[in-house]
């Protein structure tokens, strides 16, 4: 998708996005390219989320609509590519299932989506306020115990320890790249130095005012969106067009719950638990050693283990 | 664009405009439709509502030598009811996607007009005389009284005020899963293809109970589906050739001699991406809406959303023309894709064939090559090709009297507006034309707006 790479002035009206796509690869146009095919990802869900047809969807508009939102899948992923990988978690969809579960009993009846790690994983960087519980799950499955220094970050799984580095680094890239980041890279950025920096936090998700559209887009890619999308393409030609809706409905849903950049208190208190949980693994591999360095942790096990129980919905 | 003058070119007047006149457009009477029958004498329309209302050229009269015939309400009815598919719960909607003439071989006239999932044979008859003079039976109808019969006399046919009858004569359904698209005939004149987004069938006139599935680009997993059928032709002249187009704008030529299935193409028209023009929207501007072999069948044209395309049969790699019918909304893309105007099917069509030929003749200079399709705000377009002129026209009921030449339209890019001229974002994406018809022999054109049939004709000297 490079295009030429002219620069155009960012213009929030709907009509500054228009124009040729500007090459991704340059340092402030990005920006508006990555506005611009955000909006176009947003409108063609909502293409598809809301058609509420007596007759039958036009097959063309919805395949056409289909192949611009892989396109822009593809997109992100070569560009998650780009930034260090996490390494694919081992148990790849259940959690996640479990989790939309809950949110839409109707979901249940569907096979596990075919959520793909891969996907999920390598766009993680560019948003750390993701479905936290899907990273407890990651840091459920990984074996290898890893000291995490950083405190209140967002859990990476351990795994990633030795690109740990990288990582950091990849944030500061997102930083530079992005004069006006979404919350989510804000968080990504902020939280690395310091959880209790919720008031720069709420001050990126008030500034860019005419960006909560975007953002929300940026969180519905970082759901599993590309599973639960090729299912919802296949039941989108399907004769059953209302599990559609359901799955929709049903991704919609769960952004709202696990969307932590759609409110302040939201963010600083899903990232609460988060890095609580988080202290419970790194310190799990130590309980066979002496028990009074961990005395203070054990009193708030069983309140943390009922969380993520809830979290996770087993 | 056009300028007034020269000896070919034509001055477009305004002629007749059929349909409602207020601006509050009922659903069911948007035209959907357009065709003229292969003399020229009926024009047929198909509506959202299901209907086909066919009008009839007068018999050009000897002292108004100034003006061809007025087209005139020749028969209505009723050709598709809306039907619910109680599988899917979704309604069947009645709206006619297309109309084709048959050529004439009695005195009745047959079309197949076709909705979303079934095709109709109508025959439109007139009658004219009806038999009078029963012995038994009264002018009324009613039965005499045998006893009261005397004399017996011959019935005879006496002249009566003329009735057109349609009636169906032929219902070709369930063979289609997906939406019907294009229906056309074989120059056999015998069998007809349709096609939906996946599927192409060829049926036999006169067998319902069967057809034979000729291409299938369904996938096995739905899931990997990217591509559908938008448009599909016969070869004007070989019955066993036909094109269909697709919605990433390649064009697919197939022979039925080859095999029963033709998903292998014997020729791919596609030409490569312009790395200039490249957007998001690159696929869907380029998704093809319309395909039409020119009369003689050598070249074919295509509309996609910017653009109509000639192509030459013998050259697959690329179009041989290329007319922008509006490339001002080049930049307006990401709009259009909101509020779904970039899926707009517009339509397009060639002149009538007499004034065509396209095999080898000493004489091309008088041959006249035009194509015209529809654009917004009620605007159309002609491009004459020999020329390389332009025209844009405008289908409205201001200032239209009959027998004025119609005034060019032109559309301010950006920049100044000069006077006359129309800034592109005070186009009405409302007011679409997506119909347009083009008489066989005549230059008379048939232009549909949203609810209203115009009808233009060249000034005759």
Redesign the interface.
């Known amino acids: 998708?490079?295009?030429?790479g002219g620069k155009r002035k960012f213009d929030e009206h709907?009509?500054g996005?228009?124009?040729?796509?500007v090459s991704p690869t340059d340092g402030p146009s990005k920006v508006s390219y990555t506005l611009?095919?955000q909006?176009?990802f947003n409108?063609s869900l909502m293409?598809l989320y809301n058609h509420r047809?007596?007759?039958?969807p036009?097959?063309?508009?919805t395949?056409?609509i289909?192949?611009?939102l892989?396109?822009?899948q593809e997109e992100l992923k070569q560009e998650g590519s780009l930034r260090p990988m996490f390494v694919a978690a081992s148990q790849p969809a259940d959690p996640l299932s479990d989790n939309f579960r809950e949110a839409q009993p109707a979901f249940s009846h569907l096979a596990s989506p075919p959520l793909l790690p891969t996907d999920f994983v390598s766009t993680m960087p560019l948003e750390s306020c993701l479905t936290p519980a899907s990273l407890l799950e990651d840091d459920t499955f990984c074996t290898s115990p890893a000291v995490q220094h950083d405190g209140p970050t967002k859990p990476p799984p351990p795994a990633l320890q030795p690109v740990k580095d990288s990582f950091s680094s990849a944030l500061d890239e997102i930083e530079e790249l992005c004069p006006a980041p979404t919350s989510a890279e804000a968080v990504a950025a902020e939280s690395a130095a310091d959880d209790s920096k919720a008031q720069p936090i709420e001050s990126n998700i008030h500034k860019p005012e005419g960006l909560p559209e975007s953002r929300t887009a940026e969180s519905k890619l970082m759901d599993p969106l590309p599973g639960n999308f090729?299912i919802t393409?296949?039941t989108g030609?399907?004769?059953?067009?209302?599990l559609d809706d359901i799955l929709f409905a049903d991704i919609d849903t769960s952004m709202y719950d696990f969307d932590p950049c759609t409110s302040a208190t939201g963010a600083a208190s899903k990232m609460a638990p988060v890095s609580a949980d988080e202290l419970l693994k790194t310190l799990a591999p130590y309980s066979s050693q002496p028990v009074t360095p961990n005395q203070p942790f054990k009193m708030d096990l069983t309140e943390l283990d009922h969380i993520m129980e809830v979290l996770v919905g087993s | 664009f056009l300028g007034a003058g020269g000896g070919n070119d034509i001055q477009w007047c305004f002629s007749q405009v059929k349909g409602a006149v207020d601006d509050d457009v009922a659903e069911a009477d948007i035209i959907s439709t357009v065709e003229f029958n292969h003399s020229g004498e009926l024009l047929a329309t198909g509506d959202k509502g299901g209907r086909v209302v066919i009008f009839q050229q007068e018999q050009e009269n000897k002292t108004q030598s100034h003006s061809r015939g007025e087209y005139n309400v020749y028969s209505t009815f009723q050709s598709h009811e809306p039907e619910f598919?109680y599988?899917?719960?979704?309604?069947?909607?009645e709206k006619i996607n297309k109309i084709r003439w048959l050529p004439q071989k009695n005195a009745a006239q047959f079309l197949l007009s076709t909705n979303?999932k079934t095709i109709k044979l109508w025959k439109i008859s007139e009658r004219d005389k009806r038999p009078e003079g029963y012995n038994l039976k009264e002018e009324d109808g009613r039965y005499r009284d045998p006893t009261t019969v005397t004399t017996l006399r011959v019935p005879v046919f006496r002249p009566m005020d003329l009735m057109v009858e349609a009636s169906p004569r032929r219902i070709f359904a369930n063979a289609h899963t997906?939406?019907i698209n294009s229906i056309s005939i074989n120059s056999d004149y015998e069998t007809y293809l349709s096609a939906d987004?996946?599927r192409i069938n060829l049926w036999h006139l006169e067998i319902t109970d069967r057809s034979f599935n000729i291409v299938d680009i369904k996938p096995a997993?739905?899931?990997e589906?990217?591509?559908?059928i938008?448009a599909a032709e016969f070869h004007p002249n070989s019955c066993s050739t036909f094109v269909y187009s697709s919605?990433k704008g390649t064009i697919r030529l197939c022979d039925m001699r080859a095999s029963a299935l033709c998903d292998r193409h014997s020729k791919l028209f596609e030409e490569p991406e312009d790395p200039?023009?490249?957007?998001?929207f690159s696929?869907?501007i380029s998704?093809i809406s319309d395909v039409k072999f020119s009369h003689s069948g050598r070249y074919m044209m295509t509309r996609d959303y910017l653009s109509v395309k000639i192509w030459d049969l013998n050259m697959e790699n690329r179009p041989v023309e290329t007319y922008q019918v509006h490339e001002y909304l080049r930049?307006?893309?990401?709009?259009l894709?909101?509020n779904?105007c970039i899926?707009d099917k517009f339509e397009c069509c060639w002149n009538g064939s007499d004034r065509q030929v396209e095999f080898l003749s000493l004489c091309t200079s008088d041959l006249s090559s035009i194509v015209m399709t529809g654009s917004y705000n009620n605007f159309f377009r002609m491009f004459d090709r020999n020329t390389k002129r332009d025209i844009t026209l405008e289908a409205s009921r201001e200032n239209n009297k009959p027998r004025t030449v119609l005034k060019p339209r032109k559309v301010c890019a950006s920049g100044k507006r000069k006077k006359d001229e129309i800034s592109v974002d005070s186009l009405d994406f409302n007011k679409k034309i997506l119909h347009t018809a083009w008489h066989p022999k005549e230059n008379i054109i048939a232009v549909a707006t949203t609810n209203n049939l115009y009808i233009f004709q060249d000034k005759m000297n």
Not at chain 1, 237 to 242: A, E, G, I, P
Not at chain 2, 331 to 335: G, V
Request: glycine share 2%.
């Open positions: 998708m490079l295009g030429k709907e009509d996005l228009e124009g040729k796509v611009q095919r909006t176009i409108i293409k047809p007596l007759t039958e036009s097959l063309q508009k395949v056409l289909n192949n611009m892989r396109r822009i090729e393409a296949s030609f399907l004769t059953d067009l209302t | 598919d599988l899917k719960s979704l309604e069947i909607e979303d997906y939406h987004d996946l997993n739905m899931e589906l990217t591509e559908v938008t919605s200039s023009n490249r957007s998001f696929e869907i998704s930049s307006k893309l990401c709009s894709y909101e779904d899926f």
